[in-house]
């Protein structure tokens, strides 16, 4: 007999746009929660139109946001008029949580906020995430990841050493910040909600988020009374132990042998033993690179094949989405025409599927609305009103 999922039964009403809100009511659908998201009557979500596969005539909504709006249910709805907040509070009655991401305030200036929702539902996990929180000198700041990385004191300590803070191609605050503190957040809530009855009121910035999980600088500081310039810190760059190398074909190994027991071997697939005493010389460097440089990633990588010293290849993106350990672990699937990333983490009798691609605007609006108790009638009202939307299936 088959398991309910983990997070059956938990109704999710999600108002977030473009990354880390929808990532994060994307794990908890895709761990079995209703998610309904719900989108204003003009714009929606922002993502629809970013990237790839832009909206067109057969109203396919963008890659972007296809592969971060599967397993949701699409509702749209007008916050901006009294008809359309009282709807949003007789959904959140009888949801669990509520997921927004507008900038602090917003959600109480429309009367949809924590102090409104919980008056009607004291059981509800209500999630705000911003850059900055709810509080301080920057909450009404606009900002992106790179801004929030700034902020942090990350974007200053990642780069090679003497060069300008690397960008990275990997929201790190969006999505670890914003998205799985968030998950984090709401699940906390949940479970507390389920034991005492009363919800919590969950802010999240990404900032702190960030700033929260920056422990190596923050063990530097307290070592050192400072911090590393940047890429001269022990893991980015410091440690001939840790590194990366440039090889003849322009490509990189990765060499992260901190263990003694790794850098012996190590060595010996280098061919030089007599590095094994130098693992923390830091003039040691340029004659790996050198020697890294003679022969082409390919070449090395076969080199340290089955030889146990966490010495491996740096792969582009599409050998890592073609590599055997991502295929064995089912980490890629073709849903809704296009290759997307299964969940992070796999859980017993919980396989997993994607249900339903991502909604169209509105897809299911009498639906949601239906299972909330409101007659075809009413409903049919509320749409020739332009309360809500009535938005159908996209075309494949």
Not at 41 to 68: C, H, K, V, W
Not at 225 to 249: E, H, I, K, M, N
Not at 300 to 325: I, K, M, R, Y
Not at 349 to 355: L, Q, R, S, T, Y
Request: proline share 6%; glycine share 12%; hydrophobic share 45%.
């Amino acid at each position: 007999m088959s398991r309910p999922a983990p997070l059956a039964g938990i109704r999710v009403l999600d108002l977030t746009r473009l990354l880390p809100g929808p990532v994060a009511t994307l794990h908890l659908a895709d761990l079995g929660a209703e998610v309904i998201k719900i989108e204003d009557p003009g714009e929606g979500d922002y993502a629809r139109t970013l990237g790839t596969g832009q909206g067109g005539e057969n109203g396919q909504s963008s890659a972007y946001f296809r592969m971060i709006n599967r397993n949701k249910l699409g509702l749209v709805l007008d916050l901006k008029r009294p008809e359309g907040v009282a709807v949003f509070l007789d959904l959140a009655e009888q949801a669990d949580v509520v997921v927004e991401s507008f900038r602090p305030g917003v959600v109480d200036k429309l009367g949809i906020g924590y102090a409104a929702v919980a008056a009607r539902n004291p059981r509800i996990a209500y999630c705000a995430i911003s850059g900055y929180g709810q509080s301080g000198p920057y909450r009404d700041l606009a900002g992106h990841d790179i801004n929030y990385l700034g902020y942090a004191g990350v974007l200053d300590q990642i780069g090679s050493a003497g060069g300008p803070p690397a960008i990275p191609n990997f929201q790190i605050a969006d999505l670890l910040g914003g998205a799985l503190t968030g998950v984090m957040g709401i699940l906390a809530a949940v479970v507390d909600a389920q034991r005492s009855g009363q919800g919590r009121y969950i802010d999240v910035a990404m900032t702190d988020s960030v700033l929260a999980h920056s422990y190596f600088a923050m063990l530097r500081l307290h070592d050192a009374g400072q911090s590393a310039p940047r890429g001269a810190d022990l893991l980015s760059g410091g440690l001939p132990c840790y590194a990366t190398y440039r090889c003849a074909d322009g490509k990189y190994m990765a060499v992260g042998a901190l263990e003694g027991k790794f850098w012996q071997r190590c060595c010996a697939v280098l061919g030089r033993p007599q590095w094994v005493a130098r693992q923390w010389d830091g003039g040691l460097r340029d004659e790996m690179a050198e020697l890294f440089a003679s022969r082409e990633r390919d070449e090395w990588a076969a080199s340290f094949a089955g030889v146990d010293c966490c010495v491996t290849p740096v792969l582009s993106p599409e050998e890592a989405l073609a590599n055997e350990q991502v295929a064995a672990r089912a980490m890629v699937v073709e849903a809704d025409g296009l290759r997307q990333f299964a969940p992070p983490l796999q859980i017993s009798d919980h396989p997993f599927a994607v249900h339903r691609p991502a909604p169209g605007a509105g897809q299911h609006t009498v639906e949601v609305l239906g299972a909330a108790g409101y007659s075809a009638e009413r409903i049919a009202a509320l749409v020739a009103a332009g309360i809500l939307g009535q938005g159908v299936t996209p075309a494949a």
